[in-house]
């Protein structure tokens, strides 16, 4: 009865290319820092979050990931337009 259940599908809208290899790479690219508000991983008892720049699941291009906290990943939620362009120029190599 978990509102997040959805009928065990798994991995649904994600390549399996989207994995704990490449997120680990994209957090030690970013230093391990939340690239909205700075704050360490260390500090955020759990791993960061890797966000889609884009919002496209399939986008697994690295200049398309950055690195971010619980709590500002959940502020990109909304105003996308906003969050686009300002993390579209934060993790580019």
């Known amino acids: ?4 259940w959805r009928g065990g599908i798994s991995r649904k809208g994600y390549t399996f290319e989207f994995n704990k290899e490449l997120k680990e790479l994209i957090r030690k690219r970013d230093n391990f820092k939340c690239q909205i508000c700075g704050c360490p991983q260390e500090e955020c008892f759990e791993l960061l979050n890797v966000h889609h720049i884009d919002y496209d699941k399939n986008n697994i291009n690295p ?4 690195s971010l906290c ?3 990943h959940a502020k990109t939620n909304h105003k ?14």
């Open 1 to 4: 009865n978990h509102p997040h």
């Open 63 to 66: 200049n398309n990931l950055v």
């Open 70 to 72: 619980r709590s500002c």
């Open 80 to 93: 996308r337009d906003y969050w686009i362009k300002k993390l579209e120029n934060k993790c580019l190599l």
